[in-house]
């Protein structure tokens, strides 16, 4: 319909312009009128005032404008120069006038400009007006925020006060916390509250701004700290549920992001044991012997320089330690099927058991009892072995222990042997005398040998030790020929050829000697017995190792006028030997001395359901050593059961002697029956004394807790012993005594 109208009114318009053409055609008469209009600036309603319109920044300046020719342009000047122009409605100009002064500088008033706005017709006609307008580019400025750059701060009350300046009027004050909205604040009252409790920890932003009337905006931002959370505490020395039995350090790390550590405290449960304040390391030892034992828990309290607190609370157990072993590398015996290390209190009652495995290089005795640093308890290390006809039992218990005593053991491994001898074993032994009675016995470190004088052969049985590198390099052959009473030796090296033939001519009496010692009896004793045994070795690494070679060993039942006589050999550089008189027993070191004192004492006991009574007298005896020996076994259950116990004890304060009881895992170990019974064999019990130690925890500390050779460590031993078999003692050696 529109297409329409306007095709209508165009062909009019042609032919009314054709006819016209063909008229006369008079002039038009020229349009000389100026448009009319008038403007407004945004923001305010009257441009007519007198009084001067203050803008900031920009200005907006809407102009209504008509001509019936039309308008061609509208055009913005200040003080006659231009600033802008518009050339189609709706007509409007945008000036900023940020670059203008705003006041005079001697006066110090807002300079007036002229706002003059031209409005010209398609004729070139013309209309202007104007009004004056004051320029304030001047922000508002916030001053004097008592909230500093990097400031800390915490909790839900923190007040912010500030003051705000400007040339005009205020028209609104605003804070943003990190972008958002905080308060539109009364124009009368600046003043903030920021409540960290509603921010994250870490830097924040307050952000104030200030509007005046010229809607000029002045801004101040502040990046803050908030912090409501107390130092992180971590420990790296202390577990959940860690057993704690001896004196540690512990060493919380304590860490603050924002602010300082001030102090730090520590609970025992309830009990506040340590505070600290201002440190930069906050180790503290922890004494468990201070304490009760049992479940307990350790309570750690860190505050910061803002009274933020967290805290840390580790379960925890307080034992009492009683022992530490340690074990080498090689200890465990693959011959063994088990051993367990246990301790007792001094009635017999468990403490403590552990298992040792192939791997353990280190066990822990401890116990939940409360005992005293110096209660007593005893150390009991059981080893079995078993096979198919029945199985075997060895116990070695170290009574009158005390936490204080020893500490720790360090074990050393007992030298464990070829599981098979070296071969060859036999050698022909020929040229002999076969109407003598000649004995060619042999013994040392890892060999032992016979003269079967019937096969005219020499049997011996050589093994390398699989412990360590150490082993002998000889083999010492004594030859005492007892028809002649003569005595001659041969020094073989260890790798005997498979060829060699042992004949007389090999052995030689150079630097033997036959010597005496004399027995001195006390008390009116009679001369009952006597025997000896003599070990040489070739250098000092042999003697410390124990590397030794037998040089005569004999038994006699009498005594001659120069007493008792035994053949020494002169070639080796160190000896040891042992002297039984009845019932005196005395181990050295270095020759043999020309006689020897048996000692003016006592020893008896008697033995009950699994307890030992000791009855003694004497002076200087500082250690005491039962005997319990199944010798050699028993049979139970068509088994053949043996067993082996010794125990040792402070002889000058013990006379009662209480055998342990026994862990669960060791009940099945078959001398169990015989245990639980109290039917168990005490074959010797003996009190002794050792040359430079003077107590028996003197002896535990230089002897048992390094686990030396006692021979190293005292020249001279001196025991008296009551045993089953009269004249015969019992030494039972094993790894921890020797």
């Not at 600033?83 to 189609?88: C, I, P």
């Not at 304590?254 to 180790?283: C, H, M, P, R, W």
């Not at 936490?403 to 002999?432: C, H, M, V």
């Not at 009679?526 to 410390?544: C, L, P, R, V």
Request: aromatic share 12%; with cysteine; hydrophobic share 35%.
């Amino acid at each position: 319909m529109k297409k329409s109208i306007l095709a209508l009114l165009t062909i009019t318009f042609i032919f009314t312009y054709s006819c016209s053409k063909e008229s006369s055609n008079p002039t038009a008469e020229p349009d000389v009128t100026a448009p009319t209009f008038n403007f407004s600036i945004a923001g305010f309603n009257n441009n007519s005032s007198a009084i001067p319109i203050v803008v900031s920044n920009q200005i907006e300046i809407n102009i209504n404008a008509q001509d019936a020719g039309g308008i061609s342009k509208v055009e913005a000047f200040i003080d006659d120069e231009k600033v802008g122009e518009d050339t189609s409605a709706p007509y409007s100009i945008i000036v900023d006038v940020s670059s203008l002064a705003s006041k005079t500088g001697k006066t110090n008033t807002f300079k007036d400009y002229i706002l003059k706005v031209v409005v010209t017709d398609k004729s070139g006609n013309s209309e202007s007006k104007n009004t004056i307008i004051n320029v304030d580019n001047e922000k508002p400025t916030i001053t004097g925020v008592n909230l500093s750059a990097g400031a800390v701060i915490n909790g839900d009350t923190n007040t912010v006060t500030f003051d705000v300046m400007d040339n005009q009027e205020l028209t609104s004050v605003k804070a943003f916390l990190n972008n958002e909205l905080l308060i539109d604040l009364p124009l009368d009252n600046l003043s903030i509250n920021i409540n960290t409790n509603n921010l994250t920890d870490g830097e924040n932003v307050l952000k104030i701004e200030a509007l005046d009337s010229g809607e000029n905006l002045g801004t101040f931002e502040v990046a803050f700290i908030s912090d409501n959370t107390g130092p992180e505490i971590t420990i790296e020395s202390l577990v959940e549920n860690q057993i704690i039995d001896s004196l540690i350090t512990i060493s919380p790390n304590v860490n603050d992001l924002y602010s300082e550590v001030d102090s730090l405290k520590v609970f025992l449960g309830d009990s506040i044991i340590v505070s600290l304040a201002n440190q930069t390391d906050y180790s503290f030892d922890f004494d468990p012997n201070l304490f009760g034992t049992g479940a307990n828990s350790i309570k750690i309290i860190a505050t910061d320089s803002l009274d933020n607190m967290s805290e840390l609370i580790i379960p925890i157990e307080i034992y009492r330690r009683l022992i530490t072993l340690n074990f080498p590398s090689n200890f465990y015996d693959p011959q063994l099927a088990r051993i367990y290390v246990f301790a007792s209190d001094a009635e017999g009652n468990l403490l403590d058991s552990k298992r040792v495995m192939q791997d353990t290089d280190k066990i822990t005795l401890r116990t939940i009892e409360e005992i005293s640093p110096n209660s007593e308890f005893m150390l009991t290390i059981g080893e079995y072995s078993t096979g198919a006809f029945g199985n075997s039992s060895e116990f070695t218990t170290l009574q009158n222990l005390t936490p204080s005593t020893l500490g720790e053991i360090n074990f050393k491994t007992y030298p464990r042997f070829d599981y098979s001898p070296t071969n060859p074993i036999k050698f022909p032994a020929q040229g002999f005398d076969s109407q003598d009675i000649i004995s060619l016995n042999s013994e040392g470190f890892g060999y032992g040998g016979s003269f079967y004088s019937e096969t005219e052969e020499f049997s011996i049985d050589r093994r390398r030790s699989t412990t360590s590198a150490v082993n002998s390099e000889f083999i010492y052959v004594p030859q005492v020929n007892l028809t002649l009473n003569e005595y001659s030796y041969y020094v073989a090296d260890w790798d005997i050829p498979s060829d060699f033939v042992f004949t007389p001519q090999l052995f030689t009496n150079q630097n033997v000697e036959k010597r005496f010692y004399q027995p001195i009896l006390g008390n009116g004793d009679t001369f009952e017995s006597s025997s000896y045994w003599i070990a040489g070795y070739f250098s000092n690494d042999d003697f410390q190792n124990n590397i030794y070679h037998r040089i005569d060993g004999h038994g006699y039942g009498y005594q001659g006028l120069e007493g008792i006589p035994y053949y020494f050999n002169s070639i080796f550089t160190n000896y040891k030997y042992n002297v039984r008189i009845n019932d005196y027993y005395t181990e050295r070191t270095g020759e043999l001395a020309p006689s020897f004192h048996t000692l003016d004492w006592s020893i008896d006991y008697s033995y009950s359901n699994n307890e030992i009574e000791v009855i003694k007298n004497g002076l200087d005896h500082t250690v005491g050593k039962v005997f319990i020996n199944s010798d050699p076994y028993v049979v139970i259950g068509g088994l053949n059961i043996s067993y082996r116990w010794s125990l040792v004890f402070d002889s000058q304060k013990t006379e009662n002697i209480k055998l342990p009881k026994i862990p669960e895992e060791i009940k099945t170990w078959g001398f169990y029956e015989l245990y639980e019974q109290g039917n168990m064999e005490v074959q010797q019990v003996e009190i002794k004394r050792y040359e430079n130690i003077n107590s028996y925890d003197e002896y535990l500390y230089k002897v048992i807790k390094d686990n030396r050779h006692s021979y190293l460590v005292s020249p001279v031993m001196e025991s008296k012993f009551k045993s089953t078999v009269p004249g015969y003692y019992q030494k039972a050696p094993h790894f921890l005594l020797d």
